[in-house]
Nanobody, 121 residues
Framework: QVQLVESGGGLVQAGGSLRLSCVAS????????LRWFRQALGKEREFVAG????????HYAEFVRGRFTLSRDDAKNTVELQMNSLTSEDTGVYYC??????????????WGQGTQVTVSS
């Protein structure tokens, strides 16, 4: 059974940092593309960052480029999102997403339950 469990969300002041973590189980992590999406209240879910299945390329949405960094550790079945210089616009529920042999920003089949990030201005 595929499971993605996020953690690390919380309340932070504008300009601060958070590090999100997603621990995966139930599938062969090394052949899965890994993504982070987010959804703000009243808005559609949007792509934030993603790693191709082989880890060769990492993709970022323009609005987080230079502030967020995605990293994956295949030995620990973990993908993390380091978020710096946070603004109120970054507030939302952040979801871990995965799918086999994914490249680019296409979303995979599997989703975590989400972790809330709230940035106070």
């Amino acid at each position: 059974q595929v499971q993605l469990v996020e953690s690390g969300g919380g309340l932070v002041q504008a300009g601060g940092s958070l590090r999100l973590s997603c621990v995966a189980s139930g599938f062969t992590f090394g052949v899965y593309g890994l993504r982070w999406f987010r959804q703000a209240l009243g808005k559609e879910r949007e792509f934030v960052a993603g790693s191709d299945w082989d880890g060769i390329s990492t993709h970022y949405a323009e609005f987080v480029r230079g502030r967020f960094t995605l990293s994956r550790d295949d030995a620990k079945n973990t993908v993390e999102l380091q978020m710096n210089s946070l603004t109120s616009e970054d507030t939302g529920v952040y979801y871990c997403n995965a799918g086999p042999y994914l490249r680019g920003i296409i979303e995979g089949n599997y989703w975590g339950q989400g972790t809330q990030v709230t940035v106070s201005s």
